[in-house]
Nanobody, 126 residues
Framework: VQLQASGGGLVQPGGSLRPSCAAS????????IGWFRQAPGKEREGVSC????????HYADSVKGRFTISRDNAKNTVYLQMNSLKPEDTAVYYC????????????????????WGQGTQVTVSS
């Protein structure tokens, strides 16, 4: 079971990025997926999550209206579309998976996830 996060980079304030989380070794559509981030000197925090069924989603207040999480089960990949990026969005972004087949629930806490990707750096700076 592996998760591969990619698609980070350097972008100016107001710009967009779309990190992706690709799964190998398991079928992603049986899993709830979460995105988390950790900025230097800060604790890891939840950004967004999506359930295995019906695509129920949750967003942290700090990203509501700017970020959109989605999944493409055919590609075994989850995306995080990030628009109107701010310098405070700068962090390493991680994706995580938890088996929740057929559920409309996605965990908000990092401690409820079993599998983690390696992280992708997002830097928002002019």
């Amino acid at each position: 079971v592996q998760l591969q996060a990619s698609g980070g980079g350097l972008v100016q304030p107001g710009g967009s990025l779309r990190p992706s989380c690709a799964a190998s070794g398991f079928t992603l559509d049986d899993y709830a997926i979460g995105w988390f981030r950790q900025a230097p000197g800060k604790e890891r925090e939840g950004v967004s999550c999506i359930s295995s069924s019906a695509g129920s989603t949750h967003y942290a207040d700090s990203v509501k209206g700017r970020f959109t999480i989605s999944r493409d089960n055919a590609k075994n990949t989850v995306y995080l579309q990030m628009n109107s990026l701010k310098p405070e969005d700068t962090a390493v972004y991680y994706c995580a998976a938890r088996y929740y087949s057929g559920s409309y629930y996605c965990p908000h806490s990092q401690y409820e996830y079993d599998y983690w990707g390696q992280g992708t750096q997002v830097t928002v700076s002019s």
